[in-house]
Each structure stands twice: as structure tokens, then as C-alpha cells.
């Protein structure tokens, strides 16, 4: 099993288009960064935890499943760097592989020395732009192989089928 422990605004910090995003609402910025890793959990079977750090504010620790990825906010006095070495240690055993994506260097070094890899912001983003590209892709070749007939038609025929399909004279 490999888990994917994602430092939340710190990878909001490092991708161009969630870091526009934060500076107008940062919990669209927070929504849209879920969204993306659940598409990325649901395409590459990887377990996907978030954690969002709530160093200032009052509370207790807040969990969370959006679309069957994991949200963490860390509880008060609690940084999302000292939640995500304790997940670390929780998660990581012989069958499990924990990745942390984040680009706090010193929280890589941490990491490190329990057994966990890493993965820099940019990383993840190259890995969820292109599976983005192959979901595309495969959306495409999808739809060519629905829209053929099983008998061969020319173009303008298929066109004129369309058009009495919808109505159109």
C-alpha cells in the first residue's frame, strides 16, 4: 500500500494556480487542492491524507473525508509538520510506503529519518498535470470508441443522422 501525506498549504504556497487562488479565498484555494488529490487518489489507488495546519487557531483536531480523501486539521498549539511525523509514524510499516509531499526542506529531513520519502510540491504537481492529461486523453479515446457505428458511414451521412437525432431540420 503506498500513502500520500500531503502538507496542505504548503503545496498551496508552491502551485502557481492555488497560490492565486489563496490570496482571493483561501478555503477555495484549500476545496480546489482536495478536489485535485482525490482525482489523483482515485486515479492512482494511493491513499491520500491532507493536512492543513491550524497552528493559531482555537479547537480541537478536526478530521475529515471529502471525496474519500482524508483531511486533517491539526488541533490548537500543533503545527502540520509535528501532525505529519506523528502520521508518518503511525502509517509507515513493512506493507506501506508513505510519501509526504511537501517543499519544507526540514521537514524532508525529518521524514527521511523515519523511513517516509518525499515528494517536493512541484513533484506532485508535474505527477497530478499529467494525469490529468491521460484522464483527458482517455476521456477522448472513450468517446471515439461510443461515438462509431458498427457499420462504416461516411461523415456527412453521420451528420445528417445527428441532425435528425436532435431534431433539426
Do not use: C
Not at 498549539?77 to 517543499?103: C, F, H, M, P, W
Amino acid at each position: 500500500m503506498v500513502v500520500l501525506i500531503v502538507d496542505g498549504y504548503n503545496v498551496i504556497g508552491a502551485w502557481p494556480e492555488l497560490a492565486s487562488l489563496r490570496d482571493k479565498d483561501l478555503s477555495q484555494a484549500r476545496d480546489l487542492l482536495i478536489e485535485k488529490m482525490a482525482e489523483y487518489q482515485s486515479y492512482t489507488g494511493e491513499r491520500v491524507i491532507i493536512v492543513f495546519d491550524a497552528y493559531e487557531v482555537r479547537g480541537l483536531e478536526n478530521k475529515q473525508k471529502t471525496y474519500k480523501v482524508e483531511v486533517i486539521y491539526t488541533r490548537e498549539n500543533e503545527t502540520a509538520d509535528e501532525r505529519i511525523e506523528k502520521l508518518v509514524g503511525e502509517v509507515k510499516n513493512i506493507k506501506t510506503q508513505v510519501y509526504v509531499a511537501t517543499s519544507d526542506y526540514t521537514e524532508q529531513r525529518t521524514i527521511f529519518a523515519q523511513g517516509a520519502l518525499r515528494k517536493s510540491a512541484r513533484e506532485l504537481l508535474i505527477e497530478v498535470e499529467n494525469i490529468e492529461k491521460e484522464i483527458e486523453e482517455e476521456v477522448k479515446h472513450h468517446i471515439n470508441l461510443q461515438a462509431r457505428a458498427k457499420i462504416p458511414l461516411s461523415k456527412e451521412v453521420l451528420e445528417v443522422f445527428e441532425k435528425w437525432r436532435r431534431g433539426i431540420k
